[in-house]
């Protein structure tokens, strides 16, 4: 079993996870580390949401930074504002006692003219979502000439997202670049087109099995009901959850506006996030989940991109996902940083035909809740 001074992590980074709580490297961190410092390399990180992959990726970066030099070295893209916050914020927490290399954030629904005075100072690091980059670069507000590390982080759901034009002419425009970083839980059609087209040939491959994709502390349950028994099945399943927390999930933005009314309406703390509120809305709403002054948030498949909320008991599928990939990153936002939790499917019978696909392609087991009480 090695520990991360094994892997190659210097004891100020090492003294900073110990703070975090993070003593043991994850599967990703294990097999991914050791090949990022080894020297420059193309890879291809297959690692779900929740595995710890910021690390995996973020501590290499961070030890092959300048701190010495002011220009950005570094860029990480990611599909949401949620996620590159959280991630500027975990690498300045891994740097608590080592030489500070500064991350800047930058992402749409902000003031782009506050973000360009922030990058006026030194800055080793940008995380950033596609779009605002492209912004930011076109009014000549960042200079990604010294960048020599990128990393694409949860890449099929930025191209779910659209960014896939974005992620081209980003990757064609960085002239120094040594090293390209893809992690992604899922490698459909598209990220193997940006593979191919953008890194080497003899790219690095870390493949967690598929039997690890899904976290093995989730446990997939499901609960049959006609969809007229729907609300009131899931009404039992929250009462049996006590006041545990978690995210519930549909298909559109119109169901989750009308479940979270319904929700308000049995004096469940809800609210619900889907593509058409203002960042300002969707910023109020996280604010109150994160505060924990909501119990349950009901969200759209795109809006709940980027959540990372810790202590989440459980995920309900109110209505299906699209596709087994969104099954991985619905139940992905519980049993996150090694504790347990349920992904809980609400079923007609017509219905589980899905869940048994969903069992062979993502190597999963359902278990059938007969009855909520």
């Given at each position: 079993m090695k520990n991360f001074e094994e892997l190659g992590i210097s004891p100020g980074f090492i003294k900073g996870l110990t703070e975090l709580n993070i003593v043991e490297p994850t599967d990703?961190?294990?097999?991914?580390?050791?090949?990022?410092?080894?020297?420059?390399?193309?890879?291809?990180?297959?690692?779900?949401?929740?595995?710890?992959?910021?690390?995996?990726?973020?501590?290499?970066?961070?030890?092959?930074?300048?701190?010495?030099?002011?220009?950005v070295q570094g860029l990480i893209l990611c599909?949401?504002?949620?996620?590159?916050?959280?991630?500027?914020?975990?690498?300045?927490?891994?740097?608590?006692?080592?030489a500070k290399i500064f991350t800047e954030a930058v992402y749409g629904g902000?003031?782009?003219?506050?973000?360009?005075?922030?990058?006026?100072?030194?800055?080793?690091?940008?995380?950033?979502?596609?779009?605002?980059?492209i912004d930011l670069v076109k009014r000549k507000a960042v200079n990604l000439s010294a960048v020599k590390i990128v990393v694409l982080d949860e890449a099929d759901e930025m191209l779910s997202m659209g960014f896939k034009k974005e992620l081209d002419e980003i990757l064609c425009f960085l002239p120094?670049?040594?090293?390209?970083?893809?992690?992604?839980?899922?490698?459909?059609?598209?990220?193997?087109?940006?593979?191919?087209?953008?890194?080497?040939?003899?790219?690095?491959?870390?493949?967690?099995?598929r039997y690890n994709v899904i976290n093995k502390n989730i446990s997939h349950q499901?609960?049959?009901?006609?969809?007229?028994?729907?609300?009131?099945?899931?009404?039992?399943?929250?009462?049996?959850?006590?006041?545990?927390?978690?995210?519930?999930?549909?298909?559109t933005k119109v169901a989750t506006q009308n479940l979270a009314k319904q929700l308000i309406a049995k004096n469940i703390a809800t609210d619900a996030i889907h593509g058409d509120l203002l960042q300002k809305e969707r910023?109020?709403?996280?604010?109150?989940?994160?505060?924990?002054t909501l119990r349950v948030l009901v969200a759209t498949d795109v809006a709940a991109r980027g959540i990372d909320i810790s202590g989440l008991t459980?995920?309900?599928?109110?209505?299906?996902p699209e596709s087994d990939e969104y099954y991985t990153h619905r139940s992905g936002r519980t049993a996150r940083a090694g504790k347990e939790g349920i992904s809980m499917c609400f079923v007609n019978t017509s219905e589980v035909k899905i869940l048994r696909n969903y069992e062979r392609t993502l190597g999963i087991k359902f278990r059938q809740v007969k009855e909520v009480r």
């Open positions: 990703i961190q294990k097999k991914v580390i050791p090949v990022l410092l080894a020297g420059a390399t193309d890879i291809v990180a297959q690692a779900q949401t929740g595995t710890g992959k910021t690390a995996a990726y973020g501590l290499p970066l961070l030890k092959q930074m300048d701190s010495n030099m002011s220009s599909p949401t504002r949620e996620l590159a916050q959280q991630v500027a914020k975990a690498l300045f927490k891994f740097t608590k006692y080592s902000e003031h782009i003219e506050r973000q360009i005075a922030s990058l006026r100072r030194p800055t080793q690091i940008i995380v950033a979502t596609p779009g605002r980059l120094a670049i040594e090293n390209k970083w893809l992690f992604s839980a899922t490698i459909p059609h598209g990220i193997q087109e940006i593979i191919s087209k953008h890194l080497a040939e003899d790219a690095e491959r870390i493949e967690v099995s499901y609960v049959m009901c006609n969809d007229s028994e729907k609300l009131h099945t899931l009404q039992l399943f929250l009462k049996s959850e006590h006041e545990n927390r978690g995210v519930i999930f549909c298909k910023d109020k709403v996280m604010r109150a989940f994160k505060n924990e459980f995920v309900a599928h109110y209505q299906l």
